[in-house]
T-cell receptor
């Protein structure tokens, strides 16, 4: 069945360093790839998304890249700050043959001050 | 204020006692979903709805039912809850399946 794998499961960085989280998806029909941030005890909230017709998107310190051929997309956070500490989820939305949203298992990011 | 609401926020029940978790959104969104979140497993989609009277199974639909009689409401029904349904449940809505999903505050369910 459809699957989204996310790595690493835990990531610890020093404040100011960059963090990269990677996801791969199995269904080539996927065409929408959002990233959500979930702080402790709170609901997931979108931080950035990308569509299948775009290779890269940037929003201030956050960027996402998509390689459709490899079925791979990544989240890049530069100049990390302690408030970036949270769990990050990637997801893939299937636009044909169904409209499921499949989430990765999550990455717990720790930013050490 | 644009929002997704869920009730109840916390629920302790016993095996076999039917329960309903309500979800409502005021953004006129067509797409609504239910997810369960378990440690190490991320968010798994239970059911989704493309519009009124249109629902379909997600990845983990067993033991759950949904209905979409009105655009704003998407209740999750557990006809006979079991302990393996103990989880944190999130409702979400978005204009379409390919746009930002807005999540409700979550419902923490414990089935004894």
């Amino acid at each position: 069945g459809e699957n989204v794998e996310q790595h690493p499961s835990t990531l610890s960085v020093q404040e100011g360093d960059s963090a990269v989280i990677k996801c791969t998806y199995s269904d080539s029909a996927s065409n929408y790839f959002p990233w959500y941030k979930q702080e402790l005890g709170k609901r997931p909230q979108l931080i950035i998304d990308i569509r299948s017709n775009v290779g890269e998107k940037k929003d201030q310190r956050i960027a996402v890249t998509l390689n459709k051929t490899a079925k791979h997309f990544s989240l890049h956070i530069t100049e990390t700050q302690p408030e970036d500490s949270a769990v990050y989820f990637c997801a893939a939305s299937l636009g044909t043959g169904g409209f499921k949203t499949i989430f990765g298992a999550g990455t717990r990011l720790f930013v050490k001050a | 204020e644009a929002q997704v609401t869920q009730n109840p926020r916390y629920l302790i029940t016993v095996t076999g006692k039917k329960l309903t978790v309500t979800c409502s959104q005021n953004m006129n969104h067509e797409y609504m979903s239910w997810y369960r979140q378990d440690p190490g497993l991320g968010l798994r989609q239970i059911y989704y709805s493309m519009n009124v009277e249109v629902t379909d199974k997600g990845d983990v639909p067993e033991g759950y039912k949904v209905s979409r009689k009105e655009k704003r409401n998407f209740p999750l029904i557990l006809e006979s809850p079991s302990p393996n349904q103990t989880s944190l449940y999130f409702c979400a809505s978005s204009p379409t399946s390919e746009e930002t999903q807005y999540f409700g505050p979550g419902t923490r369910l414990l089935v004894l």
